[in-house]
């Protein structure tokens, strides 16, 4: 048999962490890694947070898991504590990115066939996003590499360039359902929405009695400096897919929704066995904890404004490398002229400074929001070495 034990689907590289502390992972041979990472924008409160640890001890002590056949005293104030930061009034609890994301499908889908308009039941997402894996998630995502040998996909997605407010209008239809957008595309390469294109697709959907669904399981809770990246546009979604830095590194995710919104949601249409345990409720109000305070998300813009300025002034060295930063708080990227996959490798295995890269020869810097001042200064210390003693034809 070759085939490992561990289903062989992530090329995994070299690095084996075993221990995190605040802003750096130990690997199992003991080398320090600064992580500007953060488990893919998971690790919000970096790692080994004392409040999200005692929480969840003191949580797994007391009850981990009961059925949703039963009252959730933990469920009800944790809905509570999103409905008041946020455009929502109601809010399905589950266990990862997808399966909200799969939730903000089904209640856009049942808000018009609710109403008997069984005809509604597309969404229009947007090329190079990035939704989840699985058949509904992939399938709302232009990207082929995720289609291929899984087909069929599930009807019901049109696909049509991102910040193209004109190809949006141009493409709803008798079927249209709403639009699934990331307010700020991930995986994409950290490409943000005008302005306007958000703005407009909300006078879309209020005209045509669409669901705007918002996919802020990257971009959302605290990431951009605002609790999510909805509230630096002047606009409000319908539904809000969000997971990823609420659970600080705990497996929980979260549908939003205005009450019209839900209106189809009613017993018996949707469910989890797991989804919003008291054990997940525990880890996402350690989370809220700290994120939810107005002055930890100003901190958050003035760091990602302090790390951006910081990185527009390194990428002046290192033309032939980089070519712009973009992105809002903690949620940065650096446009690079050569692959980033590469450079990250050579960053990570020879300075010890972990980043990931995205689509558009982009390399995603998605630090702890819990960084400090000497974070940034490492980070800029190891990437300035990094860039130094690179070149290109190295494929590490
Ligand atoms: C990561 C991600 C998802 C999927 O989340 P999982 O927890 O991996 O299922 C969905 N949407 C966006 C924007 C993401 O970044």
């Known amino acids: 048999m070759s085939i490992t034990p561990l289903m062989p689907v992530y090329p ?14 130990i690997s199992e041979d003991g080398r320090r890694f600064l992580d500007f990472a953060s488990g893919i924008a998971v690790n919000a409160l970096g790692h080994s947070h004392e409040g999200l640890i005692s929480t969840i001890q003191k949580q797994a002590e007391t009850l981990m898991h009961v059925s949703n056949l039963y009252g959730s005293p933990q469920g009800e104030a944790i809905a ?12 399905f609890f589950t266990n990862s990115g997808a399966e909200a994301v799969e939730c903000a499908i089904k209640t856009a889908r049942v808000y018009h066939q609710s109403a008997g308009n069984d005809e509604k039941f597309e969404l229009i997402t947007f090329n190079n996003a990035f939704h989840g894996r699985t058949m509904a998630t992939i399938s709302a995502s232009s990207q082929e590499k995720m289609h291929k040998g899984f087909l069929p996909l599930l009807p019901g997605f049109k696909y049509i360039d991102f910040n193209d407010l004109e190809a949006a209008a141009a493409a709803i239809g008798p079927n249209t359902a709403g639009f699934l957008v990331e307010p700020i595309q991930g995986e994409g390469g950290i490409r943000v929405a005008d302005e306007a294109f958000l703005k407009g697709l909300r006078e879309l959907c209020d005209k045509h009695d669409l669901m705007l669904i918002l996919d802020e399981v990257q971009s959302g809770v605290g990431r951009t400096g605002t609790f999510y990246a909805y509230e630096q546009y002047g606009i409000e979604p319908d539904i809000l897919a969000t997971a990823k830095g609420i659970g600080g590194g705990f497996p929980v995710g979260a549908c939003l929704a ?11 249409t949707h469910g989890s066995t797991y989804g919003g345990n008291p054990f997940a409720m525990a880890a996402i109000g350690a989370v809220l904890d700290v994120v939810g305070e107005d002055s930890f998300l100003a901190d958050v813009r003035a760091k990602g404004e302090r790390l951006k300025a910081r990185l527009e002034q390194f990428i002046g060295n290192y033309p032939e490398l980089f070519e712009g930063v973009r992105g809002k708080g903690l949620f940065l990227g650096l ?9 990250v490798a050579h960053m990570r295995d020879n300075h010890q400074v972990l980043a990931v890269s995205a689509g558009d020869q982009v390399m995603r810097v998605i ?4 960084i400090d001042d000497s974070h940034i200064d490492e980070f800029l ?16």
């Open 12 to 25: 995994r590289c070299g690095v084996r962490p075993v221990r995190g502390e605040h802003c750096h992972l």
């Open 80 to 91: 509570q504590r999103l409905v008041d930061l946020t455009f929502a009034d109601t809010v």
């Open 258 to 268: 205005t009450e019209q919104a839900a209106r189809g949601m009613t017993f018996g």
């Open 335 to 343: 446009k690079m002229k050569v692959e980033p996959r590469p450079f």
């Open 367 to 370: 630090p702890p929001l819990v």
């Open 381 to 396: 210390e190891k990437l300035s070495a990094a860039a130094a003693s690179y070149t290109p034809e190295d494929t590490v």
